[in-house]
């Protein structure tokens, strides 16, 4: 059955060769319809030529923009870290340590308990207008945790990554070579369980965490990655100067995630590949962390993302219209630039052409604004205006 949603009053296509847009990046049309079939686009253009359908919805003059992409989250967990939080709102650093709190309390869950949790928190950030959602592991650290977290979140999105390498846990930190009998596991035992139910493979590269992993590390279990079939995904350079970005271009991994600190070189390497910068705003806010350097990225021509790193520990916020506003806010970014960066930037992290956009033959993935154009994402921060279009 065809739906036709009409009266859109400002329509960001993020598709610049539309005969009828403005020409610009956002592709936008005004007084435009978008018809879709079967989930997905089957005619994109002003409303006076729209095609008939079998039904026909009415927006009322509403922005209409391609759903977000959220492509770095953190959402199969249990517990509670809220003092963690209110610690580091008082000054105390983030290291990488509190994860192991949720890693105990995710144990503890029930399958039921945690597909519940996780359910509600996919409702929560449809409300927000996210559409596909990328989904990694990282608080099981072991073989049955680490493989039932990425079968639960397979039932939620494709897009699934395997973070066994988030941080050594607790019962390895003991002795002289539990790193390297941890690294053993992942890269064997639990990679083996996990590589059926995940797409991605990521790893925390950050030597200035006691409790993350070196770029000789990270390599070791990138490579066990993609010879299992699974492509690369990097957190990198987020604590401080290291070689996640490097490592992540000579991967041709789709993305490094974070990016706060970063060289020239890093910049340079990034510029020059098809591996996408993915900004967390949401992190630097939480932890009361310096902002990345956005504007060098941009300006150098790389690719950028923004998703919400959606965790219990650094950013407990599902909310892309508020990574946007802060990426506006406080990275320096134009509100042109950040809602391509959440949509089309996002999408091309997960390798993905028919997410982010609104052109015929993409996924019918709309969100529908209470408001007349995209401006109010960041002019409105904190005000629920975005929702996804059933």
């Known amino acids: 059955m065809a739906t036709a949603w009409a009266g859109i009053g400002e329509l960001v296509t993020n598709d610049r060769t539309h005969p009828e847009g403005d020409g610009s990046a956002l592709g936008i049309i005004t007084d435009a319809a978008v018809v879709e079939e079967g989930g997905q686009i089957v005619w994109v253009g002003a409303r006076r030529r729209m095609p008939e359908a079998d039904e026909r919805r009415d927006l009322g003059g509403r922005a209409v923009i391609p759903s977000f992409v959220d492509s770095h989250s953190h959402l199969v967990f249990a517990g509670d870290r809220s003092a963690e939080f209110t610690a580091r709102m008082t000054g105390e650093p983030y290291d990488g340590g509190g994860i192991?709190?949720?890693?105990?309390?995710?144990?503890?869950?029930?399958?039921?308990?945690?597909?519940?949790?996780?359910?509600?928190?996919?409702?929560?950030?449809?409300?927000?207008?996210?559409?596909?959602?990328?989904?990694?592991?990282?608080?099981?650290?072991?073989?049955?945790?680490?493989?039932?977290?990425?079968?639960?979140a397979r039932e939620f999105t494709e897009e699934t990554t395997f973070l066994g390498a988030h941080v050594v846990p607790p019962e390895f930190r003991g002795s002289a070579t539990g790193r390297d009998d941890y690294l053993d596991l992942v890269c064997g035992e639990m990679l083996t369980a996990c590589a059926p139910y995940a797409r991605w493979i990521d790893v925390f590269c950050e030597p200035n965490s006691a409790f993350a992993f070196t770029g000789e590390e990270s390599e070791r279990v990138l490579r066990a990655g993609l010879a299992a079939g699974l492509e690369v995904r990097v957190h990198g350079n987020q604590l401080g100067p290291g070689p996640g970005a490097e490592l992540a271009v000579a991967l041709g991994a789709a993305s490094v995630d974070h990016c706060t600190f970063l060289s020239d070189a890093d910049v340079d390497a990034?510029?020059?590949?098809?591996?996408?910068?993915?900004?967390?705003?949401?992190?630097?806010?939480s932890t009361r962390s310096p902002y990345p350097d956005v504007r060098r990225l941009l300006d150098a021509g790389a690719t950028v993302a923004l998703a919400s790193d959606c965790n219990p520990g650094t950013c407990y916020s599902s909310s892309i219209p508020f990574a946007i506003a802060v990426a506006v806010r406080d990275m320096g970014m134009t509100p042109v630039e950040a809602l391509l960066a959440a949509t089309v930037g996002a999408a091309k992290s997960l390798r993905r052409n028919d997410i982010g956009v609104l052109q015929v033959g993409a996924r019918a993935d709309l969100t529908v604004l209470d408001a007349p154009s995209y401006l109010h994402l960041a002019y409105r921060p904190g005000v629920p205006i975005a929702r996804k279009l059933a």
Not at 119 to 135: F, M, Y
């Open 100 to 152: 192991a709190v949720s890693m105990a309390a995710t144990r503890a869950a029930t399958d039921d308990e945690l597909r519940a949790l996780l359910g509600a928190r996919i409702a929560e950030l449809r409300a927000q207008g996210t559409g596909v959602v990328e989904i990694k592991s990282g608080y099981g650290l072991d073989v049955p945790n680490e493989a039932r977290a990425l079968r639960i």
């Open 270 to 285: 990034l510029a020059g590949s098809a591996t996408v910068a993915t900004f967390l705003p949401g992190v630097e806010f």
